[in-house]
C-alpha cells in the first residue's frame, strides 16, 4: 500500500472528527430517547388550591375505586384471554385508567410540592398509595404484555379447539 500523502492530512484528521461527531450526536439522539421514554409523559406543577379534608376522603375514595378496577379488570381479562382481542382491548383500557389515575392525581394536587398550610395532612400519603396502585399496573402490564408476545397463540389454539369439540358435540346431538 502506497503511503499516504501528509498534505492531505488535515482533511483525513477533519472528516475523521466529523464522522465521530456525527456518531457521538446520533447516540446522544437515541439515549435522550430512551430516557424521557423511561421517565413516562411530564408531569406539570400542580396549582390551585390544596384539597380540603372531605375532597381528601373523597380523593381516597376514588383512588380505592380505581384500584379496585383494576384488580377486577385484570381477573376478567383471564377469562377473556382466548379471544381475538383480548389484549388489544386490555392495552386500550389501560391506557384510559392510567389517564383517569394522572387526573385524580392533578385533582387532589399529589404532586404538589408546597407544604400543607390547612394542616389535614393525608396527601403524601395518597400520593404513595398512589404509586404502589401503579406500580402494581406497570406489573399487571409487564405480565399481559409477555403473555401477549409467548402465549396469546396457544390461547387462541385452544379456544379454536373448544368451539371446534362445541360443534362437532352439538352435531352429534342433532344427529340422534
Known amino acids: 500500500m502506497p503511503p499516504r500523502d501528509p498534505r492531505y492530512?488535515?482533511?483525513?484528521?477533519?472528516?475523521?472528527?466529523?464522522?465521530?461527531?456525527?456518531?457521538?450526536?446520533a447516540l446522544a439522539v437515541v439515549m435522550t430517547s430512551i430516557v424521557r421514554h423511561l421517565r413516562g409523559p411530564h408531569r406539570a406543577a400542580?396549582?390551585?388550591?390544596?384539597?380540603t379534608r372531605a375532597a381528601l376522603r373523597v380523593c381516597?375514595?376514588?383512588?380505592?375505586?380505581?384500584?379496585?378496577?383494576?384488580?377486577?379488570?385484570?381477573?376478567?381479562?383471564?377469562?377473556?384471554i382466548g379471544e381475538e382481542d383480548?389484549?388489544?382491548?386490555?392495552?386500550?383500557?389501560?391506557?384510559?385508567?392510567?389517564q383517569r389515575v394522572d387526573d385524580?392525581?392533578?385533582r387532589c394536587r399529589l404532586d404538589a410540592s408546597d407544604p400543607d398550610p390547612q394542616g389535614f395532612g393525608g396527601r403524601q400519603e395518597l400520593a404513595r398509595a398512589r404509586d404502589e396502585v401503579l406500580a402494581?399496573?406497570?406489573?399487571?402490564?409487564?405480565?399481559?404484555?409477555?403473555?401477549?408476545?409467548?402465549g396469546a397463540d396457544l390461547a387462541r389454539a385452544a379456544a379454536r379447539s373448544l368451539d371446534v369439540a362445541r360443534e362437532a358435540a352439538a352435531r352429534t346431538a342433532e344427529g340422534r
Open 136 to 150: 402494581l399496573h406497570r406489573a399487571y402490564r409487564a405480565q399481559v404484555n409477555r403473555f401477549g408476545q409467548e
Open 86 to 98: 383480548a389484549i388489544a382491548r386490555w392495552e386500550d383500557w389501560s391506557r384510559e385508567w392510567e
Open 46 to 51: 400542580a396549582t390551585g388550591a390544596l384539597p
Open 104 to 106: 385524580l392525581s392533578d
Open 60 to 80: 381516597v375514595a376514588d383512588l380505592a375505586a380505581l384500584q379496585r378496577e383494576q384488580n377486577e379488570r385484570a381477573w376478567r381479562l383471564g377469562g377473556e
Open 9 to 25: 492530512r488535515p482533511f483525513r484528521v477533519g472528516l475523521w472528527v466529523l464522522y465521530l461527531a456525527v456518531i457521538a450526536f
